[in-house]
């Protein structure tokens, strides 16, 4: 069975640019999660998809960050522009269901804002 | 609102002892806890998965418990190796379907 699946693995951009990830979740889950990690902290929650639908965006920077789930397969997180603190792994999620299953992580992208 | 503390935020220890980390969350409210494992520069390996009906989970030398009324799990590894060193992260998942994280603890295991 693939895994879930990230691109690119590694990015850097200057500030005030635009930065977009790609996740392609496990096939027939149909919750995906986008978090965020620090250097040194846990992951934080950015979004939570159920199938195309958003459940949970709260954590979300809406004034620069978006993202999509099209015909609730595979998402894109948008960061426009970016900036320095935006530095960070960016973690894509996947499970079958939203309540009692398990959650499967992709290898992540880490992002460099110079 | 819901947060998980795992303490130590770093632990040292020498190859083959035993060694148990522990996860707290604030919200009894949860569907299960999840423990993960994450490598240098890599993503999360899911490790162990309890449902809340569920007291304990083992895998090899791991062993999760749960205790929901009281917020608590530990992470049991028996016969340490330095292969386990990582960061070692529990996530509940609450009502609202949400994974959220603790901090991490970051294992050494010296040979």
């Known amino acids: 069975e693939a895994g879930v699946a990230q691109s690119p693995r590694y990015k850097i951009i200057e500030k005030r640019q635009s930065v977009a990830f790609w996740c392609n979740p496990i096939?027939?889950?149909?919750?995906l999660y986008w978090y965020q990690q620090i250097l040194g902290q846990g992951p934080k929650l950015l979004i939570q998809?159920?199938?195309?639908?958003?459940?949970?965006d709260s954590q979300l920077p809406k004034d620069r960050f978006s993202a999509e789930r099209l015909k609730g397969v595979d998402s894109t997180l948008k960061i426009q522009p970016a900036k320095l603190e935006d530095s960070a792994v960016y973690l894509c999620?996947?499970?079958?269901?939203?309540?009692?299953?398990?959650?499967?992580f992709g290898q992540g992208t880490r992002l460099t804002v110079v | 609102k819901q947060e998980v503390t795992q303490i130590p935020a770093a632990l040292s220890v020498p190859e083959g002892e035993n060694l148990v980390l522990n996860c707290s969350f604030t919200?009894?409210?949860?569907?299960?806890l999840q423990w993960f494992r994450q490598d240098p520069g890599k993503g999360l390996t899911s490790l162990l998965l309890?449902?809340?009906?569920?007291r304990e989970q083992t895998s090899g030398r791991l062993n999760a418990s749960l205790d929901k009324s009281s917020g608590r799990s530990t992470l049991y590894i028996a016969a340490s190796q330095p292969g386990d060193s990582a960061t070692y992260l529990c996530?509940?998942?609450?009502?609202?379907?949400?994974?959220?994280f603790g901090q991490g603890t970051e294992l050494s295991v010296k040979p």
């Open positions: 096939s027939g889950h149909a919750t």
């Open positions: 999620a996947s499970s079958f269901g939203h309540s009692n299953t398990e959650a499967f």
């Open positions: 998809f159920q199938n195309n639908g958003v459940v949970d």
């Open positions: 919200d009894s409210a949860i569907y299960n």
């Open positions: 309890i449902q809340s009906s569920q």
């Open positions: 996530a509940v998942r609450t009502q609202g379907g949400k994974l959220i």
